[in-house]
């Protein structure tokens, strides 16, 4: 199954981390891009500053071949970065495990990377290949990814969805039913007269979904 990781590293553990020894105030945020083993995230924008010299703001690093200004707008600047392939860091363990970068933020407190596999063997292949290389990486989220709203849900409110479901899970649909509104609105901390408004209408969305396009 598709799964979704939120993984951080300190943020002088890459290369891009020099610029807050100098600017502490500054976010940095990679423009997301597929992992190709020729280009990896070409492009960044670092906000939360002006100064006249924003490529100078990035002192030497190994990860790092060259970096360019391309735009600036307002405090807000565009930059092209070439990065060492060679160097063993983050972006080229993503690129070598073939796991797609969504989103990478960076403050001077750590870096937050977003990523996506197809399933979660994938994201451990990753965490592997970092112990391996002793890139401090920290997984903070790990979750499948969210199934599309099916239409049914789309046309219930929340309320009327959860009390559907405790309903039809305790029973009260079959015949003779296995408990009743009085219990459900126990559940649900709500009164019995509350409950038989949700189910009623509830149960009116999911026929008027249902049955509107039938003659």
């Not at 943020?11 to 020099?18: A, H, M, W």
């Not at 930059?79 to 797609?100: H, I, K, M």
């Not at 990478?104 to 063997?121: E, S």
């Not at 969210?146 to 559907?164: G, K, R, S, Y």
Request: glycine share 6%.
């Amino acid at each position: 199954m598709a799964t979704e990781a939120t993984f951080t590293i300190p943020s002088d553990q890459f290369p891009l981390g020099s610029v807050f020894e100098q600017l502490p105030a500054v976010t940095i945020e990679l423009e997301r891009i597929i992992p190709a083993r020729d280009v990896v995230v070409p492009y960044f924008w670092v906000r939360g500053t002006e100064v006249d010299d924003i490529e100078g703001a990035f002192t030497d690093h190994p990860g790092v071949v060259d970096i360019r200004l391309v735009d600036s707008v307002a405090g807000e600047y565009l930059l092209r970065v070439e990065w060492t392939l060679e160097y063993d860091g983050v972006l080229s363990t993503l690129t070598e495990t073939e796991v797609p970068l969504i989103k990478a933020i960076g403050t001077n407190q750590q870096w937050t990377f977003d990523i996506r596999a197809d399933d979660r063997r994938d994201i451990a292949s990753f965490q592997e290949r970092c112990r391996k290389l002793d890139i401090p990486i920290t997984l903070t989220k790990l979750h499948a990814l969210t199934p599309i709203e099916t239409e049914t849900e789309a046309v219930l409110t929340d309320p009327q969805q959860e009390a559907l479901v405790l309903a039809y899970n305790l029973g009260y649909f079959n015949s003779p039913r296995d408990v009743t509104m009085e219990e459900i609105g126990d559940e649900l901390g709500i009164t019995q007269q509350a409950v038989a408004s949700r189910l009623r209408r509830g149960i009116d969305q999911i026929l008027g979904s249902t049955l509107s396009d039938v003659s």
